[in-house]
């Protein structure tokens, strides 16, 4: 089998390499590429995030289907795939070093008899050790703390009213409960707090399987101190917390959000941030990316603000091409692997 490693500036081919080369012993040979690579970041994440919306028949492939001649598999990471490249190539495989396939045409693929594969949850340990140190990091203050030791003051507190308290005393909702979420969960079980879970798709049962206790939104809302977002973006979460989500939460409590911004209504955040309804936040993602200069956020002293990081390690980056070295190991034995798009 002769395969296309076709890498990206978030993750080149080299590392794609990195975590397949091992098929090599398989009688697997390699060729690399990379599409988009002398692109800056903020160029790289507009076409790919636009690239959701319009698919990737929108763009140009050619430089692609140019280095697929004797090719048998095509691996990319947010690349596109369009129809018109499968049904110009001989391509038996193609495969997203990602959990997503908006990337790829896949009702092209089947209808041409190419098996599409993913690689679900690759950045699922990097985005829930990031859910949690957010959590922490807003919980005692340690962004604010910094900020004010950088410019000279040493402020100690010591009215109880005044300080947080231990994680141990809290109770944390965790909304959605795929990869991600049962992470946050098994992490924060570590600190004993009270854990509750929002995931209607979820039985009851398995959610307590893994130690919390399931709740419905609104009951989360209201009984939990902190709340963190794991839930995909769509037309039924979109803005899925709002005003009257704010007005039920207390106000003493967090909202962390290292999913999608989209499942927030930012309005509704800096109101509910500014009228006291809630303590404050902590945001990896928003609505519009970049975050653009000026925005009311910027101006609220109880958020805590990354540039969509979560899920930004180097195992994360090696995840996707290990889960797809995996599959095409299942895929050279004859047998169907698990991560199938059809």
């Known amino acids: 089998m002769k395969v296309l490693l076709c890498g990206d500036p978030q993750q080149p081919s080299e590392y794609m390499y990195e975590a397949l080369e091992a098929l090599e012993s398989r009688g697997v040979s390699f060729e690399r590429m990379d599409w988009m690579d002398d692109s800056s970041p903020t160029e790289f994440r507009n076409v790919t995030m636009d690239m959701e919306s319009l698919g990737p028949g929108s763009y140009d492939t050619d430089t692609i289907a140019a280095n697929l001649d004797g090719v048998d598999a095509l691996v990319v990471h947010k690349a596109p795939v369009s129809r018109e490249l499968i049904t110009g190539a001989d391509l038996s495989l193609v495969a997203a070093a990602r959990g997503g396939t908006e990337n790829i045409d896949v009702e092209a693929a089947v209808d041409n008899g190419v098996t599409v594969l993913r690689a679900p949850g690759r950045n699922r340990d990097a985005v829930a ?13 340690i962004p604010f703390n910094h900020a004010e030791l950088s410019d000279g003051e040493w402020n100690q507190v010591f009215d109880p009213d005044q300080l947080p308290p231990d994680v141990r005393t ?3 909702g965790i909304v959605g409960f795929g990869h991600i979420g049962r992470g946050v969960a098994r992490r924060l079980a ?3 707090p009270e854990l509750l879970v929002y995931d209607p798709f979820v039985d009851d049962e398995d959610i307590r399987d893994v130690g919390p206790e399931p709740a419905d939104l609104d009951t989360l809302l209201a009984d939990s101190d902190a709340v963190t977002l794991h839930v995909r973006l769509s037309e039924d979460t979109k ?3 709002g005003h009257e989500e704010f007005e039920r939460m207390n106000d003493n409590g967090y909202l962390v959000n290292t999913a999608r911004g989209g499942l927030i209504d930012t309005d509704a955040l800096v109101a509910a941030v500014s009228e006291g309804a809630i303590a404050g936040a902590a945001l990896d993602v928003f609505d519009e990316e970049p ?3 000026g925005h009311p956020l910027f101006d609220l002293d109880g958020v805590v603000l990354t540039p969509h990081v979560a899920g930004s390690t180097r195992d994360a980056v090696l995840g996707g091409p290990r889960i797809i070295a995996s599959q095409l190991e299942t895929y050279l034995d004859g047998e169907t692997p698990a991560h199938v798009v059809d």
Do not use: K
């Not at 050790?129 to 203050?141: K, P």
């Open 129 to 141: 050790d990031y859910a949690v140190s957010m959590l922490l990091s807003r919980l005692r203050e």
């Open 170 to 172: 809290m109770t944390v």
């Open 190 to 192: 570590g600190f004993d």
């Open 239 to 241: 803005n899925m917390i």
């Open 291 to 293: 975050i653009p200069a």
